[in-house]
């Protein structure tokens, strides 16, 4: 009695393990080929092709069986195979050509989303860009090939624009809040004016701070209005306050004028005023 090695002893196990698979493969084998028998009766050839490649590949992992039973199963999921091909054959060049439609149609978006991503018009453009973002999601899958490099492009173009809008924002909010700042200052300047007691050298200083309120930018919306009316009202008092002296200084002159013009008409030799009110 020859005694065996540990080699032989593990070969003999591995072998009798490798028997076990291959009959426990058949089984699945079985059921593989009557799935694939049962594709023939389905009416939608998306789905007969999706089962078709699961069942193929499925097939493959368990495809070690005992010879003499598995030529037979090999032979029965041929003929299966081969009785639904044709119509997977045809969906997937069914799919193909739609496929490559749906390439025509992402760069023709492609083309208009890089003929935008540089324009300054930022209302028309961004619901122009939306619109085109809703359409790329409408459109089907690509050939595998050109989906990345498509992609790629028209979310560089989107970036780009939205990006750059971004920016302006950013700057027009900083401009927005430099202005009122600056506005704020002028309204509180007028407001000092309002309050000398130089009212030519207000007149004077007022124009040039109107003057410079016409060229600092606009604010926003909501705090034009009672900005401007707070400066307005400013300038008006100060405006106010000159015709009122203007008035005074006009009045003053005419009853001066008048009682320098009082005299006698009928007395030839010239009288002081004083002496004419004494001789009243």
Same mark, same amino acid.
């Given at each position: ?95 193909? #050509?739609?496929?490559?439609? *749906? %390439?025509?149609?992402?760069? &023709? /978006?492609?083309? =208009?989303? $890089?003929? +935008?991503?540089? @324009? ?53 909010? #900083?401009?927005?809040?430099? *202005? %009122?700042?600056?506005?704020? &200052? /002028?309204?509180? =300047?007028? $407001?000092? +004016?309002?309050? @000398? ?59 001066? %004028? ?23």
């Amino acid at each position: 009695f020859k005694q065996k090695t540990a080699y032989e002893i593990g070969v003999r196990l591995v072998g009798s393990e490798m028997c076990i698979r291959d009959r426990a493969n058949l089984g699945v084998q079985e059921n593989l080929c009557a799935k694939l028998e049962s594709l023939s009766s389905l009416s939608d050839d998306a789905e007969v092709s999706k089962q078709l490649k699961s069942i193929m590949s499925q097939w493959r992992q368990v495809s070690n069986v005992p010879r003499a039973q598995g030529e037979s199963l090999r032979k029965r999921f041929q003929i299966a195979h081969d009785s639904v091909f044709p119509r997977c054959q045809a969906h997937e060049i069914a799919k193909q #050509k739609e496929r490559e439609i *749906n %390439l025509d149609l992402r760069v &023709e /978006l492609i083309q =208009k989303a $890089e003929a +935008l991503m540089m @324009s300054t018009d930022w209302l028309r453009t961004v619901k122009k860009m939306t619109e085109l973002q809703v359409q790329w999601k409408s459109i089907g899958p690509v050939p595998y090939k050109d989906q990345k490099e498509t992609w790629s492009r028209f979310r560089e173009a989107c970036n780009t624009f939205f990006s750059r809008r971004k920016e302006d924002l950013a700057r027009r909010k #900083k401009d927005l809040r430099g *202005n %009122l700042k600056r506005k704020e &200052e /002028l309204c509180l =300047k007028v $407001e000092e +004016l309002a309050d @000398s007691p130089d009212v030519v050298g207000s007149i004077k200083s007022v124009k040039k701070v109107q003057a410079e309120w016409k060229v600092v930018g606009s604010v926003q919306r909501k705090q034009h209005e009672a900005l401007l009316r707070r400066f307005q009202v400013g300038c008006d008092a100060i405006y106010q306050r000159a015709h009122d002296l203007e008035a005074a200084s006009l009045a003053k002159e005419a009853v001066e %004028l008048s009682l320098i013009h009082i005299s006698e008409p009928t007395r030839r030799t010239p009288i002081s005023y004083a002496v004419f009110c004494l001789k009243k």
